[in-house]
C-alpha cells in the first residue's frame, strides 16, 4: 500500500532561518505530488504540486519542493522563513492508477521573531 | 464563488447517536472525498466518490457511511459503530483532466464533531 512520511514533527525555527521539510513515499509508480498548508484556524491549501518535467517545483509565498526520484523523495524548501510561515505543512501523494491522495502526518512549523 | 461548503462548523452529539455531516460544492468536481484530521496522525481517507451514485472506501471506512445522489453533494454518516468519532472532519473535490493528473484538490473549512 501507499504511504506517505514526514520524518519532522514538529520544527522551531527563528525568522529569516533556513526551511527543509522531509517528505518520503513507498510508490514505486508514477506519481503526483503535493505539499498543502493549513495556517491555524483555517481550511488547507495548495502550496506547490508536481506533475512532470522539471523536478524543481516553485510554489506560492517562496516555497519550492525537488522530487527525486531515485530517493523517493519531494522535500519543501524555503531559503529564509518568515513569522507568518507558522503552520501546519502536509505533503501528499497520489499514484497514477489511482483517484485517492495520500497523506502525511504532517510537520508543525513555528517561526519565532 | 466557487468552493466547498461544510455544516456545521461544530456538532456536539450523544454518544451512540447517528450524526450526518454536510458538503456541498459548486465547481462542477466529478470526484468527492471525506478526510479525517487526527492530532499527529495526518488526514486520513474515509470515503470517495468520482461520480454520482457511486463511492468507494478509504483507508477507515468503519463506521461511516455516505450517498452521492447528486453531483454537488457528499455527505458523510457518522454511526454509532465508529469507536473514535470525535475528530475533524475534511471534504474535498477535485476535477481530473485525464487519468494521470488532477488539478489538486479543494478542501472545505471542516466540521469539528465532538461526542460527549
Known amino acids: 500500500a501507499q504511504s506517505v512520511s514526514q520524518h519532522n514533527h514538529h520544527v522551531i525555527l527563528s525568522e529569516a532561518a533556513s526551511l527543509e521539510l522531509g517528505c518520503n513515499y513507498s510508490?514505486?509508480?508514477?506519481?503526483?505530488l503535493f505539499w498543502y498548508v493549513q495556517y491555524p484556524g483555517q481550511h488547507l491549501q495548495l502550496l506547490l504540486k508536481?506533475?512532470?518535467?522539471?523536478?524543481l517545483v516553485k510554489g506560492i509565498k517562496g516555497f519550492e519542493a525537488e522530487f527525486i526520484k531515485s530517493k523517493f523523495s519531494f522535500n519543501l524548501r524555503k531559503p529564509s522563513v518568515q513569522w507568518s510561515d507558522t503552520a501546519e505543512y502536509f505533503c501528499?501523494?497520489?499514484?497514477?492508477?489511482?483517484?485517492?491522495?495520500?497523506f502525511g502526518t504532517g510537520t508543525r512549523l513555528q517561526v519565532f521573531p | 464563488d466557487g468552493g466547498i461548503t461544510q455544516s456545521p462548523k461544530y456538532l456536539f452529539r450523544k454518544e451512540g447517536q447517528n450524526v450526518t455531516l454536510s458538503c456541498e460544492q459548486n465547481?462542477?468536481?466529478?470526484?468527492m472525498y471525506w478526510y479525517r484530521q487526527d492530532p499527529g496522525q495526518g488526514l486520513r481517507l474515509i470515503y470517495y466518490?468520482?461520480?454520482?451514485?457511486?463511492?468507494q472506501k478509504g483507508d477507515i471506512a468503519e463506521g461511516y457511511s455516505v450517498s452521492r445522489e447528486k453531483k454537488e453533494s457528499f455527505p458523510l454518516t457518522v454511526t454509532s459503530a465508529q469507536k473514535n468519532p470525535t475528530a475533524f472532519y475534511l471534504c474535498?473535490?477535485?476535477?481530473?483532466?485525464?487519468?494521470?493528473?488532477?488539478?489538486?484538490?479543494?478542501f472545505g473549512s471542516g466540521t469539528r464533531l465532538t461526542v460527549v
Open positions: 466518490s468520482q461520480i454520482v451514485n457511486d463511492f
Open positions: 508536481y506533475f512532470s518535467g522539471d523536478p
Open positions: 510508490y514505486g509508480g508514477t506519481v503526483n
Open positions: 465547481l462542477n468536481h466529478d470526484a
Open positions: 501528499a501523494v497520489k499514484s497514477y492508477n489511482t483517484d485517492k491522495l495520500i
Open positions: 474535498a473535490s477535485s476535477t481530473e483532466r485525464d487519468r494521470g493528473s488532477v488539478d489538486g484538490y479543494t
